[in-house]
């Protein structure tokens, strides 16, 4: 049974450009979450996806966007890289829940570290 | 605003001894808290889920308790190991936002 899984592992970029990153999520899990994480820091809650649409966000700019696929699997894109960008995205999977509670446990991917030069 | 505050920053053990790592919160209302461990350049791994109704729960040598009241929490590691070193934090859901507050999390490095 395959976790979580991201890639690539590791990704350079200038500013200015455009990325890509890509998850796919626990076997059995429909829904996604996907998050920051700068150095020394706990991660910071991007967005959510579920049945394809977003569902929640947290406090980034526009530029940052993202797409769920009917197979479940999630992309984050991110326009117009900054410096600040530079950090480990976390994808993390879980199963669908009734209500917002979101009790059952998120499992999350190894991440992918984006430097920004 | 909701947050989560978690104390030491950093923690230096020697191999075998205990110790015991703090999670305040300001999340309100409060749904359930879960301690992860993050392993360097790795992702955070689950170890404790804990409702708003459960005083303390195990995981092998780590215990966690909550106390809704005072909005604490703590993770204690019994006789630790040189793989407990790694980052642990605390994060909080907010039942109503549905949205979960990560805490900057407690680094443990445990020596031999």
């Known amino acids: 049974d395959a976790g979580v899984t991201q890639s690539p592992t590791h990704l350079i970029k200038t500013r200015g450009q455009q990325v890509t990153l890509r998850c796919s999520p626990k076997?059995?899990?429909?829904?996604v979450s996907w998050y920051q994480q700068a150095l020394g820091q706990g991660p910071q809650f991007i967005f959510q996806?579920?049945?394809?649409?977003?569902?929640q966000r947290g406090n980034f700019p526009d530029r940052f966007s993202g797409h769920q696929f009917p197979n479940y699997s999630s992309e984050l894109n991110v326009n117009a890289l900054l410096l600040g960008d530079s950090a480990l995205y976390l994808c993390?999977?879980?199963?669908?829940?009734?209500?917002?509670?979101?009790?059952?446990?998120?499992?999350f991917g190894p991440g992918t570290r984006l430097t920004v030069l | 605003k909701n947050q989560v505050e978690q104390s030491p920053q950093s923690l230096i053990i020697l191999e075998g001894k205990n110790c015991t790592l703090q999670?305040?919160?300001?999340?309100?209302?409060?749904?359930?808290l879960r301690w992860y461990k993050q392993d360097t350049g790795r992702g955070p791994v689950s170890l404790t889920i804990?409702?708003?109704?459960?005083n303390t729960k195990s995981n092998g040598r780590y215990t966690a308790t909550l106390d809704a009241d005072t909005k604490q929490s703590s993770l204690h590691i019994t006789a630790s190991q040189l793989s407990d070193s790694a980052s642990y934090i605390c994060?909080?859901?907010?039942?109503?936002?549905?949205?979960?507050?990560f805490g900057d999390g407690t680094t443990l490095t445990v020596k031999p």
């Open positions: 996806y579920y049945e394809e649409e977003e569902r």
């Open positions: 999670c305040n919160y300001t999340v309100s209302p409060f749904s359930n």
């Open positions: 804990m409702t708003f109704s459960e």
């Open positions: 993390a999977s879980s199963r669908p829940s009734g209500d917002l509670s979101f009790t059952d446990t998120q499992y």
């Open positions: 994060v909080v859901l907010n039942t109503n936002a549905g949205k979960s507050t």
């Open positions: 076997s059995g899990h429909d829904t």
